[in-house]
């Protein structure tokens, strides 16, 4: 009897392939970004964070919910069809989320002067033409990363394109760094490069991996489902993408440039950033490229609720109990931090870092629940959460209009996920046999507060990165004892931990 693709065994590989390559890249991806704060001045960094959002906006309007119909769909391929089906399902999905994404590119091309011109940054029309065709190569290196590797959970391929992309860049970078002045003409010229081999990698670890597997045989009692059934979850999940994307913090950096200000933007960009470097290492983040294909594929073999109940659980609590030593960290020394990582740049910011992450715990979450949703046929509650946290646009206009500065985006995109994920956990509650673990997240939070409040007392000045290094042990050491003591996971789940590790580490 052959093994399954997504048995605990093959988990536990690509879980192995994530984290060794996750922590190189993560590592890259932070030098990078505090290397690019530093030589790039307010302005031009300013410019940059625009550029950025702009291409992750560009991705999530041109994917058209494809992204959620393979993760939903190819799994079940994988187990059930044979290698012919399996590889005419993976490229056309990307042959149709390939299109799209330059059909998008295309008509950005179009209107680009009109839009520079709007926001007055028309001396930058020759670096967002070049930022184009970055886009398109970073879009295809991450179709296949993430719509075609990672629910194949092929990890070792997505880490290694990954890995090198980064490595490429921060190696030219260091080069344009030697010789003088660094442009973000130059910035991204490297980041062009970087973005087409890593592409090149991917296409080269799918390609391969479609023709090892071309000899699977299909399962007599299954039928590959019809593009009308794939488009009806595709269609749900995108459009409550597309009304989430509207409050999301990617189209707010354009707000705060327009009434805010280039440097304001590049403040809020640098936030954005530390935020996205956390939260793509929460647990919570691995849904999406490695335990997300092993929930569809269990509940497709089983169609048990309740043991998706309790993954579910188990992964929300574990990026929780991930998160919460950085939030105790950032409320304790958030103003030194940003000014540390800076370099000087972005001085008396208050707890603009502390309360933007807080967004990650409500962010972390929705994700799972939006998982949830989607693998039990309950995607229109998705769409409903993202209708109603469109409330929390006049409310940040109404803060904007009060003097509210940063804050009023900040508290919105806060707001926003708290409101999102009220609707889909009672919506689910009332639909589904899905119960959150209440306890174990008050548990949680009296934990991380409790922690807070033992190193609040001790109040050790911050003036240099040893004195933030000791502030992070210590923010670290009081929530761990705190929960040592609280006990927030179930035994059963700490036996899960202990096996997946193969250590017994959580022995409490």
């Not at 970078?173 to 010789?179: A, S």
């Not at 979450?365 to 998982?371: E, P, S, Y």
């Not at 548990?443 to 507060?449: C, D, I, Q, V, Y």
Request: overall charge positive; aromatic content about 12%.
């Amino acid at each position: 009897m052959s093994v399954s693709p997504y048995s605990s065994a093959a988990l536990k590989r690509s879980a192995l392939h994530f984290l060794t390559g996750k922590a190189v890249s993560g590592m890259l991806t932070l030098i990078i970004l505090l290397l690019l704060v530093r030589v790039l001045t307010v302005e031009e960094y300013g410019i940059y964070v625009i550029l950025v959002a702009g291409m992750e906006l560009l991705l999530a309007v041109t994917s058209l919910g494809l992204p959620w119909t393979v993760a939903r769909y190819l799994p079940e391929f994988r187990l059930r069809a044979s290698g012919k089906m399996l590889a005419h399902f993976v490229w056309q999905a990307m042959a149709l989320i390939s299109l799209f994404l330059v059909i998008g590119i295309l008509l950005l091309l179009w209107i680009l002067p009109w839009l520079l011109s709007s926001m007055e940054f028309a001396q930058f029309t020759d670096v967002a033409r070049l930022y184009l065709l970055m886009m398109l190569l970073e879009g295809l290196g991450r179709n296949i990363q993430d719509n075609a590797l990672g629910p194949l959970l092929q990890q070792g391929w997505v880490q290694i394109s990954l890995v090198v992309r980064n490595l490429t860049l921060l190696l030219l970078l260091g080069i344009m760094v030697t010789q003088g002045m660094v442009h973000l003409c130059q910035v991204v010229l490297a980041e062009l490069a970087a973005s087409a081999l890593g592409a090149v990698l991917a296409l080269c670890g799918l390609v391969r991996y479609l023709h090892k597997n071309c000899d699977l045989s299909k399962r007599d009692d299954w039928q590959p489902p019809a593009w009308s059934e794939m488009w009806s979850i595709a269609r749900q999940m995108y459009f409550s993408h597309l009304i989430a994307l509207i409050y999301s913090p990617q189209v707010f950096v354009f707000f705060v440039q327009r009434y805010l200000g280039v440097e304001a933007a590049a403040l809020f960009g640098f936030l954005r950033s530390l935020f996205g470097q956390i939260f793509r290492y929460l647990p919570a983040t691995l849904l999406f490229g490695l335990i997300r294909p092993k929930l569809v594929a269990s509940y497709v073999n089983t169609g048990d609720m309740l043991e998706l109940t309790r993954n579910a659980n188990f992964v929300g609590k574990l990026s929780l109990f991930v998160l919460m030593p950085f939030l105790i960290f950032a409320w304790l020394v958030g103003d030194e931090l940003l000014n540390f990582l800076s370099g000087d740049k972005f001085n008396q910011t208050g707890y603009y870092l502390a309360v933007f992450l807080l967004t990650l715990i409500p962010f972390s979450q929705h994700q799972i629940l939006g998982a949830v949703a989607m693998i039990s046929d309950k995607s229109h509650l998705s769409l409903w959460g993202a209708t109603l946290s469109t409330l929390v646009l006049p409310l940040a206009y109404w803060l904007l209009e009060a003097g509210m500065g940063l804050w009023s985006f900040i508290i919105a995109i806060n707001l926003s996920h708290m409101i999102n994920n009220a609707v889909l956990v009672i919506g689910l509650i009332h639909s589904t046999a899905y119960r959150p673990d209440s306890v174990s997240f008050f548990k949680l939070a009296a934990a991380a507060l409790v922690g807070f409040i033992l190193v609040r007392q001790l109040e050790i000045p911050v003036n240099g990165w040893l004195d933030l290094l000791i502030m992070a042990v210590l923010a670290s050491g009081s929530f761990l004892l705190t929960a040592y003591f609280i006990k927030p996971f179930q035994m059963e789940e700490r036996s899960r931990l202990n096996r997946l590790l193969n250590r017994k580490i959580f022995a409490w």
